[in-house]
């Protein structure tokens, strides 16, 4: 099967807080290229951005006027080429529409998980509340203009998650291969990082799909049936 790998595209409402930074028809086209080539199209987490609206607390709220405000995308992603597992900035979409946080492919031999990884984020999973408040308020952030504040809260944040380019050094990587071996998977793909990668731990495989907002374009491609997998980035 050939598959290509989306993630944190982060759709929001519009405006200053919205961090998708594309504009929707040349993302639509991309999407197409998506289709053309590939049997299925993942959406691996952050699909939708729910936390940032003017007042917190209605993320169900949120992605319903998300979808609204990028209507043509959203209809997209209904179709049946589409498999969508939910982040923690869309997290809601498990109890809204059954959206799952992970599923498996068995191809031949190797088992493959894909889930979003925020589930090794500590902040994420023990205090919630304090990580949706971080994201609400981050929000405001860039409403208002402090564009140079948000960079910097965002690379103390990602030193706080100990992530790295470095696939020897990245402790997120190293949490994925802890699960993969667990649960006998042998190739890991996840999101939430933002970092693309695709790095070989002995005798697993960790993938990460990167992130399309921004206005930045990555994916991930698999063929399971000639196990080649590759990362595709456009800044």
Request: proline share 2%.
């Amino acid at each position: 099967m050939e598959i290509a790998v989306i993630s944190d595209l982060h759709l929001g409402t519009g405006g200053a807080a919205d961090g998708f930074g594309h504009e929707d028809g040349e993302f639509l086209k991309f999407l197409s290229f998506l289709e053309k080539n590939f049997e299925k199209v993942v959406l691996l987490g952050d699909i939708w951005e729910t936390l940032t609206g003017a007042l917190p607390g209605d993320p169900a709220q949120e992605l319903r006027r998300a979808r609204e405000s990028h209507r043509e995308i959203a209809a997209r992603f209904e179709r049946p080429n589409y498999l969508y597992v939910h982040g923690n900035h869309d997290l809601v979409a498990g109890a809204v529409q059954g959206t799952p946080d992970e599923f498996i492919i068995r191809a031949g031999g190797t088992r493959i998980l894909f889930t979003h990884g925020h589930q090794n984020d500590d902040l994420v999973q023990k205090r919630r509340w304090l990580s949706e408040l971080g994201v609400w308020l981050g929000g405001w952030i860039r409403r208002v203009g402090l564009s140079a504040l948000y960079r910097l809260l965002n690379e103390l944040d990602v030193k706080r998650g100990g992530l790295s380019a470095d696939s020897t050094r990245c402790s997120f990587q190293k949490w994925a291969m802890n699960i993969a071996a667990e649960r006998e998977f042998d190739v890991m793909v996840t999101g939430h990082t933002h970092l693309a990668a695709n790095a070989v731990h002995g005798d697993r495989l960790f993938l990460n799909s990167g992130s399309c907002s921004e206005g930045q374009l990555s994916f991930l491609s698999m063929d399971t049936g000639r196990a080649s997998y590759a990362v595709h980035t456009s800044f």
